[in-house]
């Protein structure tokens, strides 16, 4: 089925260790965004790309880094993780303003 | 900077009850305009949008219009149904060229038998 696929869905980490996070979607869609969604908070924009080889920051970007190397691709790495990243993350792309976001089932991280 | 504000929740109703969920936003120019559900343990899919003003979004018995007068776009619904049950976001689209889109806090929703 056509969609966004998140990986892993379920992760925990000890504090100081790296991991990253997969994206990936099979619309062709041009733009991807990475969002965090903690309790009381609604969704915060970390980073988003507007097309293959592009990255910008969004709302919350610090402690973390993304890459677009590939237009279907966008990841999101964690270089040392802390106890206030834990949250869930949820992954989307869209094709142009005309359209809504297409989810992901999103990753649920524990940093102890 | 562009912003979306919506009831605070929850909100709890009897099953066949009428839902209204009051949003209001704060942009420039003219955005389309979103409500997002996300069910328990799952991603958030889109419910309705509207692109223009006095545009109407509708879907599965839920609606919402695009008020430019007002800067609203408040969802209801005549009947809910248990299955309703979820966490309902208003979200509206960046105007800057990122094709973002501004998500409210979001309110949860619950319906009793």
């Known amino acids: 089925n056509a969609g966004v696929t998140q990986t892993p869905k379920f992760r925990v980490l000890k504090t100081g260790q790296s991991m990253t996070l997969l994206c990936a979607q099979d619309?062709?869609?041009?733009?991807m965004y990475w969002y965090r969604q903690d309790p009381g908070m609604g969704l915060r924009l970390i980073h988003y790309s507007v097309g293959e080889g592009t990255t910008a920051k969004g709302e919350v970007p610090d402690g973390y880094n993304v890459s677009r190397l590939k237009k279907q691709n966008f990841l999101l790495g964690l270089e040392s993780a802390a106890p206030s990243q834990t949250s869930v993350y949820f992954c989307?792309?869209?094709?142009?303003?005309?359209?809504?976001?297409?989810f992901g089932s999103g990753t649920r991280l524990t940093v102890v | 900077g562009d912003s979306v504000t919506q009831m605070e929740g929850p909100v709890t109703l009897s099953e066949e009850a009428f839902l209204t969920i009051n949003c209001t936003y704060t942009?420039?120019?003219?955005?389309?305009l979103f409500w997002y559900v996300q069910y328990p343990g799952e991603g958030l899919q889109l419910l309705l949008k509207a692109t223009k003003a006095d545009d109407k979004g509708s879907n599965k018995g839920f609606e919402a219009t695009y008020r430019k007068e007002t800067t609203s776009f408040h969802l209801e619904k005549g009947s809910v149904q248990v299955s309703d049950s979820a966490v309902y976001f208003c979200?509206?689209?960046?105007?800057?060229?990122?094709?973002?889109?501004?998500f409210g806090k979001g309110t949860k929703l619950t319906v009793n038998p």
């Open positions: 619309m062709n869609h041009e733009y």
């Open positions: 942009a420039t120019g003219y955005p389309s």
């Open positions: 979200a509206l689209s960046d105007q800057g060229g990122s094709e973002k889109l501004v």
């Open positions: 989307a792309s869209r094709q142009d303003s005309n359209y809504g976001y297409t």
